[in-house]
């Protein structure tokens, strides 16, 4: 799928957000400045979040209940042992009670579950994204949900 503009790209991650439930776990992939944060504030909007969607760059986890399932909005981009997660308890939130939307999960490929639904963000020039799904382990996708 290609989105031409950062718009368009929050409007993908609403679409998308209407069809995730609660335990679905989604990686957001690309490069800094992919569009990444776009795409998880247009999601948490799918999911009837009102608020700032910030990138949880300094926290680790944003968590957002008032949506008609939580948000679990992870950037891992900081771990640096995958043991930290655990420490933290943040596997309750993995496949628990809402979505879990996780940025830079290669830093901690381990504790991820075996369903999940990975996007990748590749920038084509300064506003064009080729944005690719790619459903794991059985992950339900519903491939016509983009028409």
Request: negative net charge.
């Amino acid at each position: 799928m290609k989105s031409g503009s950062a718009q368009e790209t929050r409007a993908i991650g609403e679409r998308l957000a209407g069809h995730l439930k609660p335990g679905d776990v989604v990686l957001l992939e690309g490069y800094l400045g992919a569009g990444k944060s776009e795409l998880a504030r247009g999601m948490a909007r799918g999911l009837g979040i009102q608020g700032a969607v910030p990138s949880p760059s300094f926290t680790i986890l944003n968590a957002y209940d008032e949506g008609r399932i939580p948000l679990y909005h992870f950037d891992w981009y900081r771990i640096e042992d995958p043991a930290e997660i655990y420490e933290m308890g943040m596997e309750e939130q993995l496949c628990g009670d809402g979505v879990a939307l996780i940025e830079w999960s290669e830093k901690a490929r381990e504790c991820l579950p075996e369903r999940l639904l990975k996007i990748t963000i590749v920038p084509l020039d300064e506003t064009t994204r080729d944005i690719t799904f790619e459903p794991f382990g059985g992950f339900e996708f519903e491939e016509n949900w983009v028409q």
